[in-house]
């Protein structure tokens, strides 16, 4: 049974995966994902939620994995008349 730290319910979770695209509820625990079910609601047998398990209820909204873009072009930049003081950072997320 694993503790929940965030419990995600209520969702249309794109998995990208082959088999199983969709899903309705997903569990968080130290950061990772420690569960992806098809139902609305994980079964109780399969999770622990305690008072401290942070429940986000998403009504029907998507829910799509995280994309982290590691493409760039750092000698297109570096090679071309622009220069890295001409860009602003906009801070992490």
């Not at 968080?28 to 008072?51: A, D, F």
Request: aromatic share 6%; hydrophobic share 40%.
């Amino acid at each position: 049974m694993v503790n929940l730290e965030l419990l995600i319910v209520n969702a249309n979770v794109l998995t990208l995966d082959g088999e199983n695209r969709m899903a309705g509820s997903v569990g968080v625990t130290n950061g990772r994902i420690t569960g992806i079910w098809s139902e609305q609601m994980p079964p109780s047998s399969e999770v622990n939620i305690t008072e401290r398990t942070k429940c986000i209820d998403l009504q029907g909204a998507t829910l799509l994995p995280g994309f982290i873009d590691t493409h760039n072009h750092m000698i297109s930049v570096r090679l071309s008349s622009y220069h890295l003081s001409y860009f602003r950072t906009f801070g992490s997320c």
